[in-house]
Each structure stands twice: as C-alpha cells, then as structure tokens.
C-alpha cells in the first residue's frame, strides 16, 4: 500500500483531530460512483423532465421551544395554562401567536403555524434523533448510536456532494445541531454536513493562488483514478470528499455566498446580528445551489423564568425569521426555499413552580414557510390546555415527507443500511395535507 502524508493536523467536522493523508492500494474506483439516485436525476434532466432545485432552510431552536409561548398562546386556558408572554394578533383573520413575536405576526400570510405537531421522545438527544431523522431511538439518549441518517445527509446522497454548476456543497452546516444526530449514520461520511469553517475549505482560500490550486486538484484526481485502498468504514474516503468538496466550490465560483458584505447594509440591517447573519448566509447559500442548510439557534431548554427567557430571547428570532420570509418573498424564491422553524419537543402546557416549562414532546413546535407550500393558515387544533392534538397528529415522517416534496426526492427512497439490507427513508409519513 501507497500512503501519502500531508504535515498538517486539524479536527474534522465530526470533532476527531486527525492528519489527512491518502492511501493507495487495490480498490477499484468503482467505489467512489455517485449515488444510483443522481445517476436518476440526470437521466431525467437529459429527458426533459423537471428536476427541482428547491432547498430547506433548516433552523433547529436548541432545547426544546415552547409551543405556548411561540405560536399557540392558549389565552382562554386557565392561567397557569396560558402563554406567560401573551400573545398578539397576526393578519390572519382571527390568529395570534406568542407576545415576544410582533414581526412573524405581520408576516403571518406568508407563513403556516402547525398546532397539531406530537411525537413521543421528550429526550433531548431523542427527540433531535427523531425530528432530524424520521425516527425514535429510545437507546440515544443513554449514549446509543444515532439509527439513521439526517434528512440533509439524505438530500446530499441523492442529488451528491455538489452541485454540477456553482460547486456549492449540497448540505451546510452553518453550525452544527448535534454532531451524529445531523449526519449521515449509514450513509458514510460523505454525505456529512459540510463545514464552511472546516479546514478543507481554509486550505483552498481565494488567497492560494490558482496554479497552486489546480495542481493539488490534478494530484487528487489522479490517485481518485488509481486502484485505491480505501478505508472500509468510509472516514478516509469521506476526508477525500470534503476536500473535493471544497475544491469544487472555488473552483465553481460559490464561496461568495458565503460572504454576507456583499449584501446592502440595508438588506444586514433588516435581518439583524447573530441569527440574522445565518439566516441571510443560508437564503445566499441556497441562491448558489445549496439543497439543505441548517442552523441552530440555543436556549430554548426553559424550566424556569420563562417569561423573562422568552422576552431576551425572542427578538432575533422574530426579526430575522420575519426578514427571511418577506426577503424570499420579494425576491420570488418562496417556491424555490422552505423555511421549517423546529425544535426536539414542545414544553408542558402547565406552568411549573419556578415559572418555567418542561420537556413535553406530546405537543410540539412547528412553523413553515415558503417551498411553493399553501401559506397563511393554521394547521391543525390543539386541546383547550394546550396538552396534545385535538386534531389527528402531524408526526416527524409527516414533515419528512414534506421536505421530501419540496426537494423532489421520492418518498419510497430506498438505501443500504450496515446490515446490508435497503431499507426505506420514510415508512410511513405522508406530505402535510393542508400544506401541499
């Protein structure tokens, strides 16, 4: 066996350091084929058929948000029962949402506030498995292996790494929800979200000059085109990928999506600091290609103080979710980018001693928009307390299979799992009714 050594050492984005190198050996390069799904979408492209290049905007609340104090307030509830923060009339005849929220409210014809969301895994770690994946891993949270692929991870199996024009990477990470639960599980390495602050990308800056570039671009394609030896578990061929990966974006000509100065201080000062910056990076990521992009916005794990948790917390959420939707809007993509506005679980629907909430999953948190989906309404009814669905259950698959229809990708998506048997993406979710 061949094996090349670089003389540098960095933390990959599963978080384990390690020294990059290449090995050589007998393995045909019949391993590193894109996926039979890609293979598909082509064909169907060279057919005339439409192929969507749709993309999910991922923003994942940390903690487990109230579903009281964001966008079911319960104020005719008891007390104890209703949103500590209030609520305030949206321009949907007869709706209003949590206090903290003035913005989303005025934006609420260009959004969907599902009220009927439940799943059963109030874990944190559970209950981001489940949302993340589609299913339940009861051992997760006592420190089992994460089941199943994240849908991103799903997105970048099936329409690859890159996209075939701008480079731009198909699933983002702008940070990380839970590093393994928001991979790619079977699916390898590959497929894991990519870093835009890994060191891939840093290796590749603008500021390396373009010979250089195309020479260590020349030597990666002709190991790719010898028998390779390439580890089994799939890390090292995954580290090759993220490199290709970022290759691929500079050289395509994406890595100023990346860059939010390039936007109006007009268009910065409407989105705000801080979640605002990554919601206006991730709008700019899916403008150059990207197919999934996700970011986590913390705090939201309030068992106590809720009121005054809320009203710190609240106003950037407000202003950049509010400035996302009507920025999409204006600019004609709310067809072409979802927004899902998500989080583990719900809290309890009863206020407890120390003016905080839970962890509840049997109601939880659940906002869309965009994605050519029916906006302006309310999906779904919760009991009077605010405790469960009155109507029928919106479950994870159920959101699943949405983000599947919007991204194109067929719900009877099959792959192999490490037993070696296909198994389904979705087994039992159907689109939203009311939203597709």
């Given at each position: 066996?061949?094996?090349?050594?670089?003389?540098?050492?960095?933390?990959?984005?599963?978080?384990?350091?390690?020294?990059?190198?290449?090995?050589?050996?007998?393995?045909?390069?019949?391993?590193l084929?894109?996926?039979?799904?890609?293979?598909?979408?082509?064909?169907?492209?060279?057919?005339?058929?439409?192929?969507?290049?749709t993309?999910?905007?991922?923003?994942?609340?940390?903690?487990?948000?109230?579903?009281?104090?964001?966008?079911?307030?319960?104020?005719?509830?008891?007390?104890?029962y209703?949103s500590?923060?209030?609520?305030?009339?949206?321009?949907?005849?007869?709706?209003?949402?949590?206090?903290?929220?003035?913005?989303?409210?005025?934006?609420?014809?260009?959004?969907?506030?599902?009220?009927?969301?439940?799943?059963?895994?109030?874990?944190?770690?559970?209950?981001?498995?489940?949302?993340?994946?589609?299913?339940?891993?009861?051992?997760?949270?006592?420190?089992?292996?994460?089941?199943r692929?994240?849908?991103?991870?799903?997105?970048?199996?099936?329409?690859?790494?890159?996209?075939?024009?701008?480079?731009?990477?198909?699933?983002?990470?702008?940070?990380?929800?839970?590093?393994?639960?928001?991979?790619?599980?079977?699916?390898?390495?590959?497929?894991?979200?990519?870093?835009?602050?890994?060191?891939?990308?840093?290796?590749?800056?603008?500021?390396?000059?373009?010979?250089r570039?195309?020479?260590?671009?020349?030597?990666?394609?002709?190991?790719?085109?010898?028998?390779?030896?390439?580890?089994?578990?799939?890390?090292?061929?995954?580290?090759?990928?993220?490199?290709?990966?970022?290759?691929?974006?500079?050289?395509g000509?994406?890595?100023?999506?990346?860059?939010i100065?390039?936007?109006?201080?007009?268009?910065?000062?409407?989105?705000?600091?801080?979640?605002?910056?990554?919601l206006?990076?991730?709008r700019?990521?899916?403008?150059?290609g990207?197919?999934?992009?996700?970011?986590?916005?913390?705090?939201?794990?309030m068992?106590?103080?809720?009121?005054?948790r809320?009203?710190?917390?609240?106003?950037s959420?407000?202003?950049?979710?509010?400035?996302?939707?009507?920025?999409?809007?204006?600019?004609?993509?709310?067809?072409?980018?979802?927004?899902?506005?998500?989080g583990?679980f719900?809290?309890?629907?009863?206020?407890?001693?120390?003016?905080?909430?839970?962890?509840?999953?049997?109601?939880?948190?659940?906002?869309?928009?965009?994605?050519?989906?029916?906006?302006?309404?309310?999906?779904?009814?919760?009991m009077?307390?605010?405790?469960?669905?009155?109507?029928?259950?919106?479950?994870?698959?159920?959101?699943?299979?949405?983000?599947?229809?919007?991204?194109?990708?067929?719900?009877?998506?099959q792959?192999?799992?490490?037993?070696?048997?296909?198994?389904?993406?979705?087994?039992?979710?159907?689109?939203?009714?009311?939203?597709?």
């Amino acid at each position: 066996m061949l094996e090349f050594l670089t003389d540098r050492s960095y933390r990959d984005c599963e978080g384990t350091t390690r020294r990059d190198f290449l090995k050589i050996g007998a393995l045909g390069a019949g391993a590193l084929t894109l996926p039979q799904l890609l293979a598909a979408r082509a064909a169907a492209k060279a057919d005339g058929k439409p192929v969507k290049n749709t993309s999910v905007v991922w923003l994942w609340l940390a903690g487990g948000p109230t579903h009281v104090e964001t966008f079911d307030p319960h104020m005719r509830a008891p007390v104890e029962y209703r949103s500590t923060t209030g609520e305030v009339k949206t321009r949907l005849p007869g709706v209003t949402i949590g206090g903290t929220f003035p913005k989303i409210a005025r934006s609420a014809k260009r959004m969907a506030f599902v009220r009927s969301f439940a799943h059963n895994n109030s874990g944190h770690v559970g209950g981001t498995h489940f949302l993340n994946t589609g299913y339940d891993n009861r051992n997760i949270d006592n420190g089992g292996a994460p089941a199943r692929p994240s849908i991103g991870s799903i997105v970048a199996r099936v329409r690859g790494s890159n996209h075939p024009t701008t480079g731009m990477p198909t699933y983002v990470a702008l940070n990380r929800i839970r590093a393994g639960i928001d991979g790619p599980s079977f699916l390898g390495t590959p497929y894991s979200p990519f870093d835009p602050n890994g060191q891939a990308l840093k290796n590749l800056s603008l500021a390396v000059n373009e010979k250089r570039i195309d020479n260590r671009r020349v030597l990666l394609a002709s190991l790719d085109r010898m028998n390779s030896d390439i580890d089994r578990s799939g890390a090292m061929e995954g580290l090759d990928r993220f490199e290709q990966q970022a290759f691929n974006l500079v050289l395509g000509g994406a890595p100023g999506a990346f860059d939010i100065k390039k936007e109006s201080a007009k268009t910065r000062d409407r989105y705000g600091k801080g979640l605002g910056e990554q919601l206006l990076r991730a709008r700019r990521l899916c403008e150059a290609g990207c197919g999934f992009v996700t970011l986590s916005y913390n705090g939201w794990d309030m068992h106590n103080q809720i009121k005054s948790r809320m009203e710190k917390l609240s106003p950037s959420l407000d202003q950049a979710v509010a400035a996302f939707v009507e920025d999409i809007h204006e600019r004609g993509l709310s067809d072409e980018i979802m927004l899902v506005v998500t989080g583990e679980f719900g809290r309890t629907p009863k206020v407890n001693k120390t003016g905080g909430r839970d962890h509840w999953a049997p109601l939880s948190t659940l906002a869309v928009a965009g994605g050519g989906l029916k906006m302006g309404q309310v999906v779904g009814e919760s009991m009077p307390k605010g405790d469960a669905p009155r109507t029928p259950a919106i479950r994870p698959q159920d959101l699943m299979a949405t983000v599947f229809q919007v991204l194109g990708i067929p719900r009877e998506t099959q792959f192999i799992n490490t037993a070696g048997r296909p198994v389904f993406m979705i087994e039992e979710g159907q689109p939203i009714a009311e939203l597709v």
